[in-house]
């Protein structure tokens, strides 16, 4: 089994990721984030690096989705690869910081995939609004994310929504901004009765 999380950068993917693995007995995969070789570069000039850090990335989830397709483990992935090209690409697109050729070249190479990939059994989507997201990335203090800007958090924000709107699998929206699941058990059971609730039909939605 596949299940995935999704959410804007700052909502606690990682950390619920570790959690569910935990609680379940769930192998977790995590975002190769720490040794993306572009990703210092991309804050500092994001049109001039981003097809070299989309393009990476895409290329590690793609090994990430074959792993997974080939476990007979339950495998808990942070952030898939429908996020990356459908938030985060389409995102720098509209941004201008993909040029129209870039973006072909990048949409073609991701088109070839899809006929080997497939929807997760489970999406768990963290909604956070912009302030709560802003919140999450001053208290960790990664230097490189400082400088994002709110025009972008929200810009991802809004394809977050249109793309769990249209999505055709099986979601779970989890609203974090009033959740601390890392410290407080209570609003961690939530989450674990929703997940039982869409998995097993345990408890009611």
Known sequence: MHIGIAGNIGSGKTTLTTMLAEHYGWTPKFEAVSYNPYLEDYYKDIPRWSYNLETYFLAQRFKDVLEIAGSKDTVIQDRTIFEGV?????????????????????????NLMMSMVKLPDLLIYLKSSVPHLVSQIQKRGRDYEQTISLEYLAGLNARYDEWIASYEGNVLVIDADNLDFKDRPEDFAYITDRIDAALFGLFPE
């Open 86 to 110: 459908y938030i985060f690409v389409a995102n720098n697109k509209a941004l201008g910081n993909l040029s129209e050729r870039d973006y072909n070249t990048f949409m073609e190479l991701f």
